[in-house]
């Protein structure tokens, strides 16, 4: 977790700001937080993460079929490597090997980096949820002060109380159990 001293402050807003103004802001620090982490990690964990992505490249494919075509057509006229091409084939398994391990290390890295934010994500809906029972508590409190009759009121009574996640996901995990049962 970034303690509140290592952040560097949000550009600044106007004061009266745009919606995309606002976004831009929410959007660069979260970009300088991504950076930062990405900058701590070790030297060898920076390289695997290029290394990985220059691999999923067309010039690396293309690299490769040089390399291939280069290595088959040296050897019909310089044999150093005849027919079936062992050494070649030696060389390609090696680098399918190391190339398998660097982006399982990618996609680990990856999916560190995907839940950090799905957790991001989650936090600030629940803080949006908070927010919104307090708004609709307030709203309900407005609403007698008007005298607005119980019936018109209902709903937002339901939605005002408080949530519970871990029984919502307990509702999600029944749905799709039911739902798997009922597909069968």
Known sequence: MIQPSARRPSPALPDDPTIEEITHANIESILRDEERRRRRHPLAYRLVERIARFCGTMAFLWINVAW???????????????YPFTLLL????????????????SQNMSAADS?????????????????????LRLAIVMADKLGVDEEAKKEVAALARETNPAAVLHQIVQAEHQHA????
Do not use: K
């Open 68 to 82: 291939f075509v280069g290595w088959v057509a040296f050897n019909e006229f310089w044999p150093f490597d005849p």
């Open 90 to 105: 030696l060389f390609v398994s090696l680098e399918a090997i190391i190339l398998s391990i660097l982006i399982l290390i």
């Open 115 to 135: 839940e950090r934010r799905h957790h991001l994500d989650l936090q600030i809906n629940l803080l949006n949820e908070r927010e919104m029972t307090a708004m």
């Open 181 to 184: 049962q009922n597909g069968r």
